[in-house]
């Protein structure tokens, strides 16, 4: 079961490359100032849904395949965010973390087209670097699902 707060099908075009539908993941521990998902931070909100039957809905309404699991903070429930990716083999996936690099799993790495890195900072803020929203943080491009390269 993932705790999640919602799924947005609506297409960013600010959350990873291309026009992607949006996973909010429920439940954050790092409580950003300046954050704009505080809605997501309580790890008892949102609602619990099977990862099968939340593959299935992602599947069904994201037409165009491109994924990006943000929040709240995704690694918080590892072993079901794997457990969805799986289920979503053939999907362009990237996850917005605010671990960072050297504390992501390798295997994790080896399942994502792109995952950025590293907990938003105000004071370092940015609107000129794509898909992040502070310079301390790094997007990062899977060439092969398992060679990591800095986009910055």
Not at 23 to 31: A, D, I, K, V, Y
Request: net charge negative.
């Amino acid at each position: 079961m993932l705790r999640i707060h919602s799924v947005d099908y609506r297409g960013s075009f600010v959350d990873g490359p291309g026009i992607r539908s949006l996973l909010f993941t429920q439940g954050c521990n790092r409580h950003c100032i300046g954050c704009h998902n505080k809605s997501t931070w309580d790890p008892s909100g949102g609602y619990e849904i099977s990862v099968k039957e939340l593959a299935e809905e992602i599947k069904s309404n994201c037409v165009n395949r491109k994924l990006t699991i943000t929040g709240g903070e995704p690694l918080l429930q590892y072993d079901d965010l794997i457990a969805l990716i799986m289920e979503l083999n053939g999907f362009d996936i990237c996850i917005y973390t605010g671990f960072e690099e050297d504390e992501i799993p390798d295997h994790l790495f080896k399942l994502v087209d792109y995952i950025k890195v590293g907990p938003y900072n105000a004071d370092l803020r940015t609107t000129i670097e794509p898909y992040i929203g502070s310079t301390n943080q790094k997007f990062i491009r899977n060439l092969r699902k398992n060679e990591k390269e800095s986009c910055q």
